[in-house]
């Protein structure tokens, strides 16, 4: 079952847009864990310069997907991305401890943004086809999750080049869409 099967069953209203805004840092797998998922190739995926955005229309929904590079010179522009964010989709190297206190910051300092209030958060631990990889429990611990109250959150194990993970990831974030009102 793909993602638009997923939105189908979640159809609520005609035409409902969402907008999941996908961060982290650079090489935390983000661009290929969302050609992944519009079922692109992703033999060859380059770092994002900028933004990539994938949009998607089917049976009266329309997900915009927005992938904005993570690289440092470029994490200062996220905010200009945050308004209308139904879903924050964020996205970890579970392999690479060395940035887990980098990347702790950044995604803090996302939870106290006040156009990401209440939104919900799905944090992708990635990379999991790694030998090197940490355990989605253990990044959670690692970077305090279990105290985030503001919101509904959740962390995924995944791998972006398997797929494994993405499926369970992308259901949760449809049955905890925060649809705004138009």
């Known amino acids: 079952m793909g993602l638009l099967s997923i939105l189908r069953r979640l159809k609520q209203t005609p035409d409902q847009e969402v907008r999941l ?17 519009a079922a692109e190739d992703i033999s060859h995926i380059t770092p994002t310069q900028g933004f990539n955005i994938k949009s998607v229309q089917s049976s009266g929904f329309k997900l915009n997907v927005w992938d904005i590079g993570g690289q440092r010179k ?20 579970s392999s690479d401890r060395k940035r887990f206190e980098e990347t702790g ?31 989605a429990s253990e990044l959670a611990e690692c970077l305090s ?20 993970g993405l499926q369970d990831g992308m259901t949760w974030v449809c049955r905890n869409i925060r649809f705004r009102k138009k």
């Open 21 to 37: 805004l996908l961060l982290g840092l650079d090489n935390a797998g983000k661009t290929t864990l969302l050609k992944q998922l």
């Open 145 to 164: 999750l279990h105290t985030i109250r503001d919101r509904m959150w959740q962390v995924q194990a995944c791998s972006a080049v398997t797929a494994e």
């Open 105 to 135: 910051l950044e995604l803090a300092d996302l939870l106290e943004e006040e156009m990401l209030a209440a939104v919900p958060l799905l944090v992708f631990a990635n990379k999991q086809d790694l030998m090197t990889a940490t355990p």
């Open 74 to 93: 470029i994490r200062p522009y996220w905010k200009n991305y945050f308004e209308n964010t139904d879903v924050l989709i964020y996205v970890i190297d």
